[in-house]
C-alpha cells in the first residue's frame, strides 16, 4: 500500500525509545492531543460512517421503489448512488481499521466490475439476494454504478429488466449491511474502534503513545492524496503509454469522478482540521498551529486548491482526459502538492513531537 | 527519486541511536544484553513505522528504477480478478481462494483465521496422495491437485467446502495459570467428486510479505551452516535445510519460502499464488489449478492470463517491502526479555541475526538483518503435525517464521493469529503449541513465573 513516504520524520521514533514511556502524563500537549483524537475518531470518522450508512439505507429504499420505465425514480436511485459515495469517497482518507480487517472494502468498493459475473448470475435461475451476493466481488458501489447508469452512462428505466432489478435490490441492502458493519465497528457503543485513538498510549489501545496514534492519522491522509494523484487521476490520465485510458477510470458510468476525487480531498481535509458537517472540533490543525502557523496555513492553502484544481476540470472526467489534459495535469500537480506538502512539513512535525 | 536523502536519514539516525544507547548503558543495573544493534532490522531497507502501514512501504535504500518496479507492483498486488473475457485484469478462476494477491495478504501482513471458513480468505488446504513425487513433491490427488479451491466464479463448482471442528488442549503454567488451546481438526466437505479417504490434508494461512528479498539474499552457505540433521551436538534441535523442485530454473534448490520451505524462490511463490490461490495462469504456471477437471475450464484459450512484466513486477515488490524496526528496544523489561529469549533457547531456531550476500537488487545486497529465523525445517511435534511430506519437510516439520514486525500484527492487521493456520490466538499459544524439538523451550517457558513470561512477550513484541 504505499508509496515511498514516512522517510522525513522517524527519528523521533528512536528519540521516543530513549525517554521514559510512561512521559505521556507529562506531554504538555496530551490533552490538546487527546482532544484532537477524541473528536477525529468520533465527530469525524465515525460520524462519516454515520452519513454512509444512512444514506445507503435511503438507497436501498429508492431501489426497492424503482420499477421498469420509472424515469423519476431511477433519477431518485441515481442521486442516491451519488450521495452515498460522497461520504464513502470521503472516508478514503482513513482506510484502517473495520474497514480493512474486516474486508470491508473489497465488498463496498471492488473494481472493476464483473460484467461476466454478473450477467451469469442474471441468467441463472437463482433467486438474487443480498446473500448470494455476499462472497462475491459482483457487489457494491460500482456493481450498483452499472446497473442504473450502464455500459455507456445512457441507461433508461425502461431498459431495465425483472432480474436486473432484483438484482440491484439484493446489491444496496447487501451495500447497507457492509456499511452498517462498517459504522458499528467504529460506534463506542458497538465495535469502538474510536477507543484505540480516544485512549491511544492507554492499555487496550492499539496505539501505544498518541502520537503514534496521530501518525495513523496522517499517514492516512498522506496515502490517499498521493492515491488520487499517482492511481486515480495518473493511470485514466496517462495509462496507455502516456495517452489516456479511459477504462481504467473507476466511476465512469456515473461520471462522478471528479466529485470522487474532490470527496477524497475533503477528506483530507475533514481530518486535517476536525470538521465533519456542522460540526468544527479539535483536528491536526490546531497542533499545528500551535507549533508551526506557516506549515498549517501551507496545508490548509494546499487542501484549498487541490480542491479547487479538480472542480475546475471541465465537463466531464472520461471527455477531459482526452480533451481538457492540461487542466486534469493541473489538477494532479495540485493533489501531488498536496501530498508532498503533507509528507515533507505534517509528517516530521507530528513525529517530532 | 530521493533516495540520497533517505540515505542521509539512516545516517542521522543510527547516530541519534548511539546517542543515546550511551545513555542507557550508564545506567543499567543488571546483565543484560544490549540489543542496540538490532535496531535496523533489515539493514538499510528498514522503516520507522508504528502505524497500520508498518509493513507497506517501500525499502527507503532502492534505487529509482527499482522503487519504481515496486510502485508498479504495488498496483498489481492490489488489483481485483474478474471472470474472462475483460478489458482489465482478467481471468479469475474457474476455481480459486481469493481474487486479489492482498486479499490473503491484507495490508502486506497475516491473514486471520476467518470467522467463516468459506467465505473467501486467506485461509486454505494443501492435499496430496500419501507418498512423494519422484522429484520429492507431493503427489497431487486426482481432479484436486495440491491445493483445494473452494471458490469459484459464478456457475462453476468448487472443489470442496473447509470444514473444522476443535478440541480442547489444557495447557498449566508452573505458576497454575491455565490456558486452554483450540486444536483444530479439519475436513473437506461437499466435494465436487468423491475425495480420497487417503488423501491428506493440510491447512495454510496467508503469512506477511515484506523482507522476502532479504531472506532470498541470504546466502545458501549461510543457512547450511545451521543444519544440524543429526543432531551432532545433542541440544535435541536438529535443523533440515529443504531442497525443492524450483520451477523457474528447473532444478532442485534450497527451499526458503512457504510453511514448509517448499518454494526456493519469491518469484515462482508469486506464481504459484496467482495460479493456486486466483486461477490466473502465468508462464511459470500456464496450466490452469483446474485443467482437466469438470470445474476447472473456462473453454477460452487465453493462457497464460497474467503478462510476464506483472508477474516480475509483484515479485519485485514482494522482495523491496520494508522491515519495519523494532520499538523500546532499550527498555529494561525489553531487554530482559531478550535475555530469556535466548536462555530457554528460542533463540536455537529464532536465530536474531543473519546477514545477506549478493542480490540482483542492490539495496538488498550486503545487509546485516535481524528475520529471527534459521529458514530451516523443525519436528513442531504432533500437536501441529500435518503428517503431509513436503519435498525434504516431513509430516512434522516446519520451517521456523521470521519474527520480525510481529508486534505490529495486532496494529497492522487487527488480530493477533498466529501459526501456519491461524491456530493460536496471540504469542503465548504459539509458544504452546511448540513441540518436538521445541518441547524443551516451551516446557521452560511454562515454568517461567508471570513476570518473566510478560517480559519475553514484551521482547517479542517490540520486533
Redesign the interface.
Known amino acids: 500500500?504505499?508509496?515511498?513516504?514516512?522517510?522525513?520524520g522517524?527519528?523521533s521514533?528512536?528519540?521516543a525509545?530513549?525517554s521514559n514511556?510512561d512521559s505521556e502524563t507529562a506531554n504538555p500537549d496530551s490533552a490538546l492531543n487527546k482532544e484532537i483524537l477524541t473528536n477525529t475518531s468520533v465527530n469525524v470518522i465515525t460520524a462519516t460512517y454515520s452519513e454512509l450508512y444512512n444514506n445507503s439505507v435511503a438507497l436501498t429504499t429508492a431501489c426497492q421503489n424503482l420499477s421498469i420505465g420509472d424515469e423519476a425514480e431511477l433519477t431518485a436511485v441515481k442521486n442516491a448512488w451519488v450521495a452515498t459515495r460522497a461520504p464513502w469517497e470521503k472516508s478514503e482518507g482513513f482506510l484502517?481499521?473495520?474497514v480493512?480487517?474486516?474486508?470491508i472494502d473489497?465488498a463496498i468498493d471492488?473494481?472493476?466490475?464483473?460484467?461476466?459475473?454478473i450477467n451469469?448470475?442474471l441468467n441463472?435461475s437463482q433467486a438474487i439476494t443480498s446473500t448470494l451476493l455476499?462472497?462475491?466481488?459482483?457487489r457494491g458501489f460500482h456493481t450498483i454504478e452499472y446497473f442504473i447508469w450502464g455500459l455507456s452512462g445512457n441507461k433508461t428505466a425502461s431498459e431495465l429488466t425483472t432480474r436486473e432489478l432484483e438484482y440491484l435490490v439484493a446489491a444496496a441492502q447487501n451495500l447497507q449491511s457492509k456499511t452498517q458493519q462498517l459504522y458499528y465497528g467504529w460506534l463506542q457503543s458497538q465495535g469502538n474502534f474510536a477507543n484505540n485513538f480516544v485512549n491511544a498510549g492507554q492499555s487496550g489501545s492499539?496505539?501505544?503513545s498518541q502520537k503514534?496514534a496521530l501518525?495513523?492519522l496522517v499517514?492516512g491522509i498522506i496515502?490517499i492524496s498521493d492515491e488520487v494523484a499517482?492511481?486515480k487521476i495518473e493511470?485514466p490520465l496517462n495509462g496507455n503509454n502516456g495517452a489516456a485510458s479511459p477504462?481504467?477510470e473507476e466511476s465512469r458510468f456515473s461520471n462522478n469522478s471528479k466529485l470522487d476525487f474532490a470527496n477524497n480531498i475533503r477528506s483530507i481535509q475533514n481530518i486535517y482540521l476536525g470538521d465533519f458537517a456542522s460540526i468544527e472540533g479539535k483536528g491536526l490543525t490546531d497542533l499545528v498551529a500551535s507549533k508551526n502557523a506557516t506549515t498549517d496555513a501551507n496545508i490548509k492553502a494546499k487542501i484549498t486548491e487541490a480542491i479547487s484544481a479538480i472542480e475546475a476540470i471541465p465537463g466531464t472526467f472520461t471527455d477531459a482526459i482526452f480533451n481538457h489534459r492540461s487542466a486534469v495535469q493541473n489538477a494532479q500537480q495540485k493533489v501531488a502538492e498536496l501530498k508532498v506538502v503533507l509528507e515533507s512539513q505534517l509528517q516530521p512535525l507530528i513525529s517530532n513531537l | 527519486m530521493n533516495s540520497p536523502l533517505k540515505y542521509f536519514a539512516c545516517l542521522v539516525l543510527t547516530a541519534l541511536f548511539f546517542s543515546c544507547s550511551d545513555n542507557e548503558s550508564e545506567s543499567a543495573y543488571e546483565d543484560l544484553p544490549s540489543l542496540n544493534d538490532r535496531l535496523m532490522a533489515g539493514g538499510e531497507t528498514t522503516v520507522f513505522l508504528t502505524s497500520s502501514n508498518s509493513f507497506s512501504t517501500p525499502a527507503p535504500n532502492l534505487s529509482a528504477s527499482d522503487l519504481s518496479d515496486h510502485l508498479a507492483g504495488d498496483v498489481d498486488f492490489e488489483a481485483i480478478f474478474v471472470t474472462a473475457p475483460a478489458s482489465i485484469n482478467q481471468g479469475l478462476g474457474t476455481i480459486f481462494n481469493n481474487s486479489s494477491c492482498v486479499s490473503c495478504h491484507p495490508r502486506d501482513g497475516r491473514a486471520a483465521f476467518p470467522t467463516n471458513l468459506n467465505a473467501k480468505s486467506g485461509f486454505f488446504f494443501r492435499v496430496s496422495l500419501p507418498g512423494q513425487l519422484e522429484n520429492g513433491g507431493s503427489i497431487p490427488v486426482p481432479g484436486f491437485g495440491t491445493q483445494i479451491q473452494n471458490q469459484a466464479i459464478f456457475g462453476y463448482q468448487p472443489e470442496g467446502k473447509f470444514q473444522v471442528t476443535f478440541q480442547d488442549v489444557v495447557e498449566v503454567f508452573a505458576d497454575g495459570t491455565q490456558v486452554i488451546l483450540k486444536k483444530p481438526n479439519y475436513s473437506l466437505i461437499d466435494t465436487y467428486i468423491p475425495f480420497p479417504g487417503n488423501a491428506l490434508i493440510s491447512p495454510r494461512i496467508g503469512s506477511p510479505v515484506f523482507g522476502l528479498g532479504l531472506l532470498e539474499a541470504i546466502t545458501e552457505e549461510d543457512i547450511l551452516q545451521n543444519q544440524d540433521i543429526y543432531d551432532v551436538n545433542a541440544d535435541g534441535i536438529s535443523g533440515k535445510a529443504n531442497y525443492v523442485f524450483d520451477a523457474v530454473s528447473g532444478t532442485i534448490q534450497l527451499g526458503r519460502f512457504g510453511w514448509k520451505a517448499n518454494t526456493a524462490t519469491i518469484l515462482e511463490q508469486c506464481a504459484g499464488a496467482y495460479n493456486g490461490d486466483m486461477g490466473i495462469t502465468s508462464y511459470l504456471k500456464p496450466i490452469e489449478t483446474g485443467f482437466g477437471q469438470t470445474n476447472g475450464e473456462d473453454g477460452l484459450g487465453d493462457d497464460p492470463e497474467l503478462p510476464d512484466a506483472i508477474l516480475h513486477q509483484v515479485a519485485a515488490y514482494c522482495k523491496t517491502l520494508a522491515v519495519p524496526a523494532p520499538r523500546n528496544l532499550t527498555h529494561q523489561t525489553v531487554r530482559r526479555g531478550a535475555k530469556i529469549f535466548e536462555e530457554i533457547q528460542c533463540a536455537k531456531c529464532h536465530i536474531p541475526k543473519m546477514k545477506t550476500g549478493h542480490a540482483s537488487i542492490s539495496a538488498l545486497a550486503n545487509q546485516t538483518i535481524f528475520p529471527y529465523s534459521d529458514l530451516l525445517l523443525h519436528d513442531m511435534g504432533e500437536g501441529l503435525a500435518d503428517h503431509r511430506p513436503d519435498f525434504l519437510a516431513d509430516g512434522n516439520e516446519w520451517k521456523t517464521r521470521p519474527l520480525w514486525g510481529i508486534g505490529l500484527t495486532q496494529v497492522v492487521n487487527g488480530h493477533t493469529h498466529f501459526l501456519h493456520d491461524g491456530r493460536a490466538k496471540n504469542i503465548t499459544e504459539a509458544i504452546l503449541w511448540h513441540g518436538g524439538e521445541a518441547l524443551s523451550a516451551k516446557n521452560k517457558f511454562k515454568q517461567l513465573p508471570a513476570q518473566d513470561r510478560a517480559a519475553l512477550l514484551e521482547f517479542i513484541n517490540s520486533l
Do not use: H, R
Open positions: 500500500m504505499k508509496t515511498n513516504l514516512f522517510i522525513f522517524f527519528t521514533l528512536l528519540l525509545s530513549c514511556n484502517y481499521g473495520p480493512d480487517t474486516e474486508g473489497p471492488s473494481w472493476p466490475v464483473d460484467v461476466n459475473a451469469n448470475i441463472s455476499e462472497n462475491d466481488d459482483a492499539i496505539y501505544t503514534d501518525l495513523e499517514e496515502i499517482t492511481g493511470t477504462q481504467d
